[in-house]
């Protein structure tokens, strides 16, 4: 984390809103939307993970690793480019319309989207643990296991209760996480600005910005925002991040992306401080941190559980562990900002194109995903040629799904709002457009 590093500038400079091209940002959203499919694409070859539709007859450790190391970091990312992209819009447009705009583009799309893929996810998996032969741990009786697996998913769709065992948000609670810290920042403004008035209010951001900046420029960023991420990570259940797809409010992980989306709020406020991340070896050494202590961090956890076999991590252990995922997450936060600023702050029609598609690929990859694994699971076939096979089917998939039936359509009117084509197109006019708005704004 010390990194990003930046002495140069002593003095610290007044706060500026960026409103220009990030086109940095808009690879960068591609390439987490992109990793968002390998990363599910490797569910299924990780050894003991039965919450999961299928586990195939191959699973190796490399993939509990890679996924590992991609959740460390992945949605945090989400959550700090969808801060960003808010602020912009909002500075932009306006509170009012800002809340007509998350209406129509995030709340809209996350009512229907689970409305349709709900049953659909729910029959893949049961398809799925039928396969493999394990609908006994989705809880379905004996005596209608022989049944196909259409009336088994109705049967299950139609008896569970909607807000108890049966309810499941899927891969769309990032939109209901979106939602909810969109309304707490806006009450928290509203609330700020009523009760302490415009100037002083004002007073009170630019200090936050000379704050923030001397973070930046400094070797603080390397320890605070760990520290203010480890304890955080202290409320969750599970080693790490815990996924909240069962529950519509669930605190740790709403506190710890709110933080994440705070702070990418943050950088748009102050967008010349980006110029940080990427300068001389900081982003390089940002990533080899990272990297490595994803290694450190997962052999730890296979070196505890051989020496204390069934033990609990004690307070040390725990500590230990939990600062270095804190450490880690932040270093390929940073570390991947200023590769990509670095290295893609210029128009590239690609990342363009995949920034477009973002959103409906999000959407709608899981079950995609999901059933090619199914199909596959039980070939003799080395779990990498298969794993490789998955993602060559299902990328370009939903690539042609998207530009076939959403792109120059009404699905992508609304998921998308109005584009602009080719190279004309700036981060600047998508995010205030609505172009993938989930990560956007």
């Not at 659909?120 to 006994?136: E, Y």
């Not at 401080?273 to 450190?296: D, N």
């Not at 079950?367 to 199914?374: E, H, L, M, R």
Request: contains cysteine; hydrophobic residues 50%.
């Amino acid at each position: 984390m010390n990194a990003i590093n930046d002495t140069s500038s002593r003095q610290p400079t007044a706060p500026t809103t960026g409103t220009g091209r990030f086109h940095s940002f808009d690879a960068l959203r591609g390439f987490a939307l992109l990793l968002g499919v390998f990363f599910h694409a490797a569910e299924s070859f990780c050894p003991d993970r039965y919450s999961w539709a299928i586990v195939d007859l191959n699973a190796l450790w490399i993939f509990e690793w890679f996924q590992h190391f991609c959740h460390a970091f992945r949605m945090e990312l989400f959550f700090l480019i969808a801060g960003f992209f808010a602020h912009l819009l909002l500075h932009k447009r306006g509170a009012r319309s800002f809340i007509a705009n998350r209406f129509k583009r995030i709340m809209l799309p996350l009512i229907v989207g689970w409305l349709v893929l709900y049953p659909v996810c729910t029959t893949i998996w049961i398809w799925g643990a039928s396969a493999g032969g394990r609908l006994d741990a989705l809880g379905i009786p004996a005596e209608h296991q022989s049944l196909p697996v259409w009336q088994i998913a109705i049967g299950t769709i139609t008896s569970r209760s909607f807000l108890t065992s049966g309810f499941n948000m899927l891969h769309l609670w990032f939109l209901h996480h979106l939602i909810l810290i969109y309304s707490a920042v806006l009450v928290i403004r509203w609330f700020c600005v009523n009760a302490m008035g415009a100037k002083r209010y004002q007073r009170l951001t630019i200090k936050i910005d000379r704050f923030c900046e001397r973070c930046v420029r400094s070797h603080w960023m390397g320890w605070v925002l760990p520290a203010a991420t480890v304890p955080l990570l202290f409320l969750m259940k599970q080693w790490g991040v815990d996924t909240p797809n069962s529950t519509l409010f669930y605190a740790p992980t709403l506190l710890l992306y709110g933080l994440c989306f705070i702070i990418g709020w943050a950088m748009h406020r102050q967008t010349q401080l980006i110029e940080s991340f990427s300068r001389g070896w900081r982003w390089k050494a940002a990533l080899i941190s990272g990297l490595g202590l994803s290694v450190v961090m997962y052999r730890f956890v296979a070196i505890h559980q051989a020496i204390f076999p069934g033990a609990e991590f004690g307070i040390i252990s725990r500590t230990v562990y939990l600062s270095m995922y804190a450490s880690a997450m932040w270093c390929m936060i940073t570390g991947l900002i200023g590769a990509f600023h670095r290295f893609s702050n210029n128009m590239n029609p690609f990342w363009r194109y995949v920034a477009d598609s973002s959103y409906f690929i999000y959407l709608a990859h899981l079950p995609i995903v999901v059933s090619i694994q199914i199909l596959v699971a039980h070939w003799e076939m080395a779990a990498g040629i298969k794993y490789a096979l998955i993602c060559a089917i299902a990328i370009p998939l939903l690539f042609a799904l998207y530009h076939l039936l959403v792109r120059n359509t009404w699905l992508g009117q609304l998921l998308n709002g109005t584009r602009y084509p080719g190279r004309s197109r700036t981060i600047e006019t998508a995010a205030v457009r609505g172009a993938c708005p989930a990560m956007e704004a």
